[in-house]
Nanobody, 127 residues
Framework: QVQLAESGGGLVQVGGSLRLSCAASGDTVSSYGMGWFRQAPGKEREFVAA????????YYANSVKGRFTASRDNANNAVYLQMNSLKPEDTAVYYCAAAPGFKIMSSLLNRNEYTYWGQGTQVTVSS
C-alpha cells in the first residue's frame, strides 16, 4: 500500500508557474499508474494528467495541454506536475493518485481507477 503526500501549492499570479510534488512512501511509484486530479469549490474532481505504469505515455486534459507537464522520478519515488502559464480557472485543490495494476491510458482518465489518494494541495491563481 502506498501513501501519497502532495506539496508545492500556493498563491500565484496569472501567467505564473508552480511545481507540485507528490512524494510516495510504503511502495514505489514505479508500481502504479499515477494521476493528477483537481477539484474546485462546488465542482466535481476532474482529471488533469496521467502517467502510465510502464512504457511511454503521458496524457493531459485539453484544458492544461501545452501548459502542464507531468513526470515520474523513480529514484526519488515521486511524481511532479509542472504548471506554467497559470490561469484563474486553474484554481483548485490538486490531488495525486495511484492506480495499481497495469492500466491502459484511457482507464487512467477515470478517477474510479485510482485506489490511493493524497490529501491535496491548494493552488490559487489570482488575476
Amino acid at each position: 500500500q502506498v501513501q501519497l503526500a502532495e506539496s508545492g501549492g500556493g498563491l500565484v499570479q496569472v501567467g505564473g508557474s508552480l511545481r507540485l510534488s507528490c512524494a510516495a512512501s510504503g511502495d514505489t511509484v514505479s508500481s502504479y499508474g499515477m494521476g493528477w486530479f483537481r477539484q474546485a469549490p462546488g465542482k466535481e474532481r476532474e482529471f488533469v494528467a496521467a502517467i502510465r505504469r510502464s512504457g511511454p505515455g503521458t496524457y493531459y486534459a485539453n484544458s492544461v495541454k501545452g501548459r502542464f507537464t507531468a513526470s515520474r522520478d523513480n529514484a526519488n519515488n515521486a511524481v511532479y506536475l509542472q504548471m506554467n502559464s497559470l490561469k484563474p480557472e486553474d484554481t483548485a485543490v490538486y490531488y495525486c493518485a495511484a492506480a495499481p495494476g497495469f492500466k491502459i491510458m484511457s482507464s487512467l482518465l477515470n478517477r474510479n481507477e485510482y485506489t490511493y489518494w493524497g490529501q491535496g494541495t491548494q493552488v490559487t491563481v489570482s488575476s
